[in-house]
């Protein structure tokens, strides 16, 4: 072919056209808002000229009707392919607001559908860069059918490949619930916002005026309704972080997550673990203090970090291994377990499991949290979403016992009975039905009512109680532990009992699907 012939020239018009199609007016639009383009997006998420482009050149099926216009750019709004992110596969979708505001027609659907069919089938992580009004309004039900592929597509996925939303504009309308079918959801503030239906419907069907920041911003969805997994200030930062997520997780679920080299020493000591927790019981600390004691120097990323604060979930490295951690926080709330925690550490659970990653829990919980709140709102079912997410769970799992563990929340937190497989405790720990007061008050009612100073009866029996029944050597007496060890060899300990479980192997009864108290 001759390279200056006619044929060849009109192939690179049309290359022309497609990288200049938006024009410099549309993509400085973006840029105003802090946005970037959908291409450069992409260029920052993969390494250096990996990426390779698929159905760069399909045009819209948008029909011209006369009802709003019609932007026939090549690729309807989305830019889709793969490449390589640190080394390994990675498809991705990425939607260009520049094009009808990213709106979703039939053939930006089935651009998407494509990538998804190809991620699971080759078994390859997927990641989807979201700025969209939604349902493209021209196309009707050509795009809800559209959205309706792409959710199920997610759903056949689920537990199959990882699969990451990361929302950088809009998401509004249809364009809300694949994120929320996937696995983990990044935000970037004051840019982007997800909500079903946006502030003007929410004036015109409740008369509420509501900004959209405080709608659907990210902040709202990373503290109250916790569907933003991760928020960061910009595009750049947001999509530095998905790469670092990325890097706990294997790229399918028969897969291993990679391996990555430690310099931290796997038999470390460290003396300073042992002086965190204060001697007064009922005393806060800083779980995250410990965490950081533990594994590999520098190596943890918090998931939801925002919401439900009392417990703290997040990936880490022990000895190289990626592991997940779920930790009771102390310093929020008491570390009590609630309707949000239960549902923030459920999921987590649900996702190591599905992508074999052992868990690690470390455990300090006064119990449930009280109250009609709470019990009207439905704690039972709740809480029994972690009780079955542990108990499902066949990954390699373990408990440390690091002070309170009362009553449901000894149960829960990965029991022995409820098939974790190694429990520890530190001398510190508080094994029993329930706190000292509480138990007292039940079992000495009379004696305190009938005493000349009930406060300081109270305050002896518990002191005993605490001395004989609330320590960690009965439960290590009657094997409900395996061992009570140093703090300052917790690091140690686990690497070895982590290594020991490398080869767990739980066949599942056979059955459709086990059913979750959702
Ligand atoms: C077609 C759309 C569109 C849509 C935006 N555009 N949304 N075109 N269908 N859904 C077009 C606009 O007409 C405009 O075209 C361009 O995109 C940029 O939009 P602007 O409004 O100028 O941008 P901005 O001011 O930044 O506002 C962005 C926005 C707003 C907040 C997303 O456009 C908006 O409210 N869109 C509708 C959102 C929505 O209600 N979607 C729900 C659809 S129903 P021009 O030609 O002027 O550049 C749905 C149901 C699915 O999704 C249910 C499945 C479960």
């Not at 760069?56 to 992110?85: E, H, L, N």
């Not at 930006?108 to 989807?128: E, N």
């Not at 699969?163 to 994120?179: E, K, M, N, R, T």
Request: one cysteine or more.
């Amino acid at each position: 072919m001759d390279i200056n012939g006619k044929v060849f020239k009109s192939f690179l018009e049309r290359v022309d056209r497609l990288k200049t199609q938006n024009g410099p007016d549309k993509i400085k639009k973006q840029h105003d808002k802090g946005k970037l383009h959908a291409r450069e997006r992409i260029a920052l998420l993969f390494d250096k000229n990996s990426f390779e482009e698929l159905d760069a050149f399909v045009t819209s099926a948008t029909p011209d009707t006369g009802f709003g216009k019609i932007d026939s750019a090549f690729g309807d709004g989305v830019v889709i392919g793969y490449g390589r992110i640190n080394g390994r596969l990675v498809y991705v979708y990425s939607q260009d607001f520049t094009v009808m505001g990213g709106s979703l027609g039939s053939v930006h659907a089935k651009k998407i559908m494509k990538v998804q069919d190809l991620a699971l089938r080759v078994g390859a992580p997927i990641i989807g860069l979201i700025d969209s009004g939604g349902a493209r309004i021209q196309e009707g039900v050509a795009s809800l059918s559209g959205y309706a592929g792409i959710f199920h597509r997610n759903v056949q996925s689920s537990g199959i490949i990882p699969q990451i939303s990361v929302i950088l504009g809009p998401a509004a309308g249809g364009a809300v619930y694949s994120p929320a079918l996937t696995d983990f959801v990044f935000m970037t503030k004051k840019t982007s916002y997800m909500f079903v239906t946006g502030p003007d419907v929410v004036r015109e069907v409740l008369n509420e005026e509501i900004s959209f920041e405080d709608l659907g911003g990210a902040e709202i969805h990373a503290k109250k309704s916790g569907i933003a997994h991760f928020i960061y200030e910009d595009e750049e930062n947001t999509l530095l972080a998905v790469k670092k997520l990325l890097s706990f997780f294997p790229s399918n679920n028969l897969e291993n997550p990679p391996f990555v080299e430690t310099k931290d020493n796997k038999d470390r000591i460290d003396e300073k673990i042992r002086n965190i927790i204060p001697d007064d019981t009922n005393k806060p600390y800083d779980i995250k203090q410990i965490i950081d004691l533990v594994i590999d120097k520098g190596s943890f990323f918090e998931v939801s970090e925002y919401f439900a604060m009392n417990l703290v979930v997040g990936f880490a490295r022990l000895n190289g291994k990626a592991i997940g951690i779920i930790a009771n926080q102390p310093k929020v709330l008491a570390g009590v377990l609630d309707i949000n925690s239960s549902l923030k550490g459920a999921r987590f659970i649900r996702f190591c499991d599905a992508f074999n990653i052992p868990i690690l829990t470390l455990e300090d919980v006064p119990g449930f949290l009280p109250g009609v709140d709470q019990e009207h709102s439905g704690i039972i079912k709740h809480g029994a979403k972690l009780l079955f997410a542990y108990s499902e769970a066949s990954v390699p799992k373990i408990t440390v016992i690091l002070r309170k563990s009362y009553g449901g929340a000894f149960c829960v937190m990965n029991s022995k009975s409820l098939g974790g497989d190694y429990n520890f405790a530190w001398p510190s720990a508080e094994i029993a039905v329930m706190g000292p007061e509480g138990a007292v008050s039940i079992l000495y009612r009379r004696e305190i009512q009938q005493s000349d100073d009930p406060k300081q009866l109270k305050k002896e029996l518990a002191a005993k109680y605490r001395q004989e029944i609330a320590n960690p050597y009965i439960a290590d007496e009657k094997g409900y532990i395996d061992e009570v060890i140093d703090p300052a060899e917790t690091r140690k300990k686990l690497i070895i009992a982590f290594e020991s479980l490398e080869n767990k192997h739980i066949d599942p009864p056979a059955r459709k699907h086990a059913n979750i108290p959702l």
